[in-house]
């Protein structure tokens, strides 16, 4: 479901698959071959919420005030709230990016991770923990950061194709 809010209204592009169970409301924008699963909720109601090409948003997660780059996997029943995640990057399930912080290209934040008001990971590194702490990246980090961003564009595109929830 989209909603106009505040004379503004959710943009996604075309080639986007949005679940008609995911809820965007404001100034939204959702770029080429992301996809939002069901239950996501996006709102741009304080400010804009921006999803990159080819990211996922899956179940039960809300972004809010949020600007999220390209190519990025925000996992199942995560919390971005006025923060950025930059590009190639992957939020793990039930993590939560608070106010202020900015989770740099090419990160892994691990499930049931907590990146606290302002904090800063560095690119190239894994965030564990609550509140989160840092170390580099292992090559196989960065390999799943990419197998599952491809494996998401391509169900997207399934399900659009195929006209599941849309």
Known sequence: MQRSLAATTPETDSTAFVSEMAY???????GPNASLWPFVCLRGDSGPTTVGA???????????????????????NVVVDYATVEDHSLVGMSSTVQKGATVE???LVAAGSLVTEGQTIPEGHLAYGAPAETKPLTDAQRAEIGRVHELYVEHGQQYKEEGHFE
């Open 105 to 107: 290209s090419d990160c």
């Open 24 to 30: 965007l409301v404001g100034d939204v924008t959702v």
């Open 54 to 76: 080819e990211t996922n948003v899956q179940e039960f997660s809300m972004l809010h005030g949020a600007t999220v780059g390209d190519e990025v996997t925000i996992g199942h």
